[in-house]
């Protein structure tokens, strides 16, 4: 497809089961985010991926998220042992990267995940 | 550290007339600025960027964003508004530092426009 691409489109989970939320970004784009859509909280950043560079983490909430992005393409966000608070929108993005000099490629987000936590 | 701050969590404007919605920022550096759109059950769309040059710069739909560099501030705007403006806007900021791709934003505004 043409636009980046979030699986599940909805999840829903009891407390205290670990979630896998997949995001499959535009082919040829090198960075990929995660960012996390609460009601009345904006968007919360989570993680950074840009090419073979070690991932920026400093949005990760806890250390029950985690993330991994395999082959420089799709991405995988963990959630181990959910919360309540967890319950949200979370949202995937890629953009071009010019190598080396940073960016002002704009992000294209995909419709994200909504997660309910029970 | 870079931040950025909508001060207003609902706007409501009357269709056909000129619509703003605010936005400052904080950054140690020089800022790239961002407004994306979130029409209801889609995901954000990217507007318009502020990144050098003009400080008036237009984008898609219409709009078009002032920046202004002593006031920190990057204010959305549009002459005329249509009932399909009707959104949630989100502004972002990113702090010109080489190798920072963090891209912060803001809590969003929910615009209503009223026929």
């Known amino acids: 497809g043409a636009g980046v691409s979030q699986s599940p489109s909805n999840k829903v989970t009891e407390k205290g089961k670990d979630v896998e939320l997949r995001c499959d970004p535009i082919s040829g784009h090198t960075a990929l985010y995660w960012y996390r859509q609460s009601l009345g909280q904006g968007l919360e950043f989570l993680i950074y991926?840009?090419?073979?560079?070690?991932?920026?983490k400093s949005g990760l909430p806890s250390d029950r998220f985690s993330a991994e992005r395999t082959g420089g393409s799709v991405s995988t966000l963990t959630i181990q042992r959910t919360q309540q608070e967890d319950s949200a929108v979370y949202l995937c993005?890629?953009?071009?990267?010019?190598?080396?000099?940073?960016?002002?490629?704009?992000?294209?987000f995909g419709n994200g995940t909504r997660l309910t936590v029970t | 550290a870079q931040s950025v701050a909508q001060p207003e969590d609902q706007v409501n404007v009357a269709e056909g007339n000129p619509l703003t919605v605010k936005c400052t920022y904080s950054v140690s550096g020089n800022p790239y600025l961002f407004w994306y759109v979130q029409y209801p059950n889609r995901g954000l769309q990217f507007l318009l960027k502020y990144i050098t040059g003009d400080n008036l710069v237009k984008g898609s739909y219409g709009f078009e964003a002032e920046f202004n560099k002593s006031q920190t501030s990057f204010h959305l705007k549009k002459p005329s508004a249509l009932v399909s403006d009707s959104a949630l806007y989100f502004c972002?900021?990113?702090?010109?530092?080489?190798?920072?791709?963090?891209?912060?934003f803001g809590t969003g505004t929910r615009l209503t426009i009223i026929p």
């Open positions: 993005a890629s953009s071009l990267v010019a190598l080396g000099t940073g960016t002002n490629s704009p992000l294209h």
């Open positions: 972002a900021v990113r702090d010109y530092v080489f190798g920072n791709e963090k891209l912060t």
């Open positions: 991926f840009q090419g073979n560079s070690a991932p920026d």
